[in-house]
């Protein structure tokens, strides 16, 4: 019999990254704490400094809009300036339980005597993003003035290998510390659960929770589905644009595609640091009729862009940084999630932790990581098998609803919960 909540409970969320910043950790992040506090929980969310002058008066309005106070403490620099911070904050707060949305502040804890349950999106732990892992001169380094400065330039420096080599050692020790300092991991795939079992962490400690999304927001109405005749199928892919997603590759395919298909367009969602790389690849193979950058959209505005495609593709790949030699990969897919709940045939590679999310010839179809034959036989199936292609949507949609949609979610974080704090 699951467990369950029979109380309201005091939680602090540790939610580094955290609207209006965007991207899929902040989308979990926004959407588990505004669940949890309609369920009626007490919640305090401490996240990063808005140290950017820019982004500081939209930081304000954001969190005014927010049932729950927001206290932007941590540091994007000094770890252990925002171990401390969390820990006055805990104190005065007294909570039953510690949620944090990495596995870098089961420390935090440990030191208040409350149990942590943390998520781990994988790479956390296969990169960890703690810039100063060191106690010593953390207080300095996490200041507003001198936190300000290094991170800028933390973005932009490349370090020599041996600087490098020290940081990632003491970082991974940090990581690994922190993850088996905490009650219980929510892994967002059976690829994340095995990266922190490599970490000695216990299996019972571990649980794989895939999904997080808002089913009705992006459930299709049937007017709402591409009309196939009278134009080319349209492909569609959103995500940051970052070397992990693949898109020079997808990018790559599209002239094969168009021989089969002359009308065919792709759709690019999002924004990055691989936009000009793409826009310059597309400009070379003189696809800039057949292949459109969005750029970055408001998450309210995004199911009209899912159900105007035919296919949704997401081209994801292991990449490994040149200096530090860390890998990073696809851990999950948020973006495959909306797909399915948006009624959109998906089809993606079976790299990382996307075979968590589609099972191939279920939810959607998989290709080999990187192969464009594959890919293009795969993508062929679905444009011109109709009974396939309409199996393959319904099973999204039902899936979504089922296993992917928050209500799911939030339910099973409160069992973790409940499996941890004491009289519920």
Same mark, same amino acid.
């Given at each position: 019999?699951?467990?369950?909540?029979?109380?309201?409970?005091?939680?602090?969320?540790?939610?580094?990254?955290?609207?209006?910043?965007?991207?899929?950790?902040? @989308?979990?992040?926004?959407?588990?704490? %505004?669940? /949890?506090?309609?369920?009626? !929980?007490?919640?305090? *969310?401490?996240?990063?400094? +808005?140290?950017?002058?820019?982004?500081?008066?939209?930081?304000?309005?954001?969190?005014? @809009?927010?049932?729950?106070?927001?206290? %932007?403490? /941590?540091?994007?620099?000094? !770890?252990?300036?925002? *171990?401390?911070?969390?820990? +006055?904050?805990?104190?005065?707060?007294?909570p039953d339980l510690i949620y944090a949305s990495n596995v870098y502040f089961g420390e935090v804890g440990r030191v208040l005597g409350v149990p942590t349950v943390c998520r781990s999106v994988g790479n956390d732990v296969m990169r960890p993003w703690i810039a100063y892992p060191f106690r010593f001169g953390s207080s300095l380094l996490g200041s507003r003035w001198v936190g300000t400065r290094l991170y800028r330039l933390f973005r932009q420096f490349n370090a020599p290998e041996w600087i490098e080599r020290i940081l990632?050692?003491?970082?991974?020790?940090?990581?690994?510390?922190?993850?088996?300092?905490?009650?219980c991991v929510l892994a967002n795939s059976a690829f994340t659960a095995a990266l922190l079992a490599d970490l000695g962490l216990p299996p019972d400690s571990v649980r794989v929770l895939t999904g997080g999304v808002d089913s009705r927001h992006f459930q299709p109405a049937e007017t709402t589905r591409p009309a196939l005749t009278g134009r080319g199928p349209r492909l569609l892919t959103a995500c940051r644009l970052v070397p992990k997603k693949g898109l020079d590759f997808l990018i790559s395919l599209m002239p094969q595609i168009r021989q089969r298909h002359a009308d065919a367009m792709l759709d690019i969602v999002g924004d990055g640091r691989e936009r000009r790389r793409c826009e310059a690849q597309v400009a070379r193979l003189g696809l800039r009729d057949c292949v459109r950058f969005l750029g970055r959209l408001p998450q309210e505005s995004l199911p009209v862009y899912y159900w105007q495609a035919d296919v949704f593709v997401l081209a994801s790949r292991v990449t490994r940084n040149r200096i530090s030699g860390q890998r990073d990969a696809e851990t999950m897919g948020r973006v495959l999630c909306e797909a399915n709940a948006a009624g959109v045939p998906v089809l993606a590679s079976a790299s990382g932790g996307i075979p968590s999310v589609i099972e191939h010839e279920r939810n959607g179809l998989l290709f080999a990581e990187g192969d464009p034959a594959d890919c293009l036989r795969q993508l062929f199936r679905l444009l011109d098998d109709r009974a396939l292609s309409a199996s393959l949507r319904a099973a999204g949609l039902q899936r979504a609803r089922d296993e992917f949609d928050w209500q799911w979610i939030v339910r099973a974080h409160e069992q973790a919960f409940a499996a941890h704090v004491p009289a519920i």
């Open positions: 019999m699951p467990l369950s909540i029979n109380r309201s409970l005091r939680l602090l969320l540790i939610l580094p990254e955290y609207p209006p910043s965007f991207g899929g950790m902040q @989308t979990h992040a926004v959407n588990l704490s %505004r669940h /949890l506090a309609a369920q009626g !929980h007490q919640l305090k *969310v401490l996240t990063c400094r +808005a140290d950017d002058p820019d982004l500081h008066e939209e930081c304000l309005r954001h969190d005014a @809009t927010q049932s729950f106070p927001v206290r %932007r403490v /941590l540091s994007r620099v000094a !770890h252990w300036h925002s *171990v401390a911070q969390a820990v +006055a904050v805990g104190r005065r707060f007294a990632r050692d003491q970082r991974r020790l940090v990581m690994t510390q922190a993850a088996r300092a905490s009650a």
